[in-house]
């Protein structure tokens, strides 16, 4: 029961700071940043990062990236195979607070 309250805790942190609420769901819709990432950097689960998509598109671009991430083995790091190297969004150094420098 502790981990839901700081589940909701986490989402409603991200979704009170626009600029991470903006690059939460621009490292969603990326289709080479896995789930994993997503929570290594701001400590949000896949189901998380689901609902905040679910929450903050409309609902016709939410079903379609769903339907383009569910079962994608680039979006989840244990169906990835080696040849799946990582990427560098051309604006990742302008971004205060990233904790990851590659």
Not at 51 to 67: A, L
Not at 75 to 101: A, E, M, P, W
Request: with cysteine.
């Amino acid at each position: 029961m502790a981990q839901k309250t700081n589940s909701s805790d986490r989402i409603k942190w991200v979704e009170a700071n626009p600029r991470i609420l903006d690059r939460v769901i621009e490292m969603a819709w990326e289709d080479r940043t896995p789930f994993e990432a997503i929570e290594a950097q701001f400590g949000l689960a896949e189901k998380d990062v689901i609902d905040i998509m679910r929450r903050n598109m409309k609902p016709s671009s939410f079903r379609m990236w769903r339907e383009r991430v569910s079962g994608r083995a680039t979006k989840h790091r244990s169906l990835r195979g080696f040849s799946v190297s990582t990427h560098k969004c051309d604006r990742q150094k302008h971004i205060s607070g990233n904790k990851y420098k590659k």
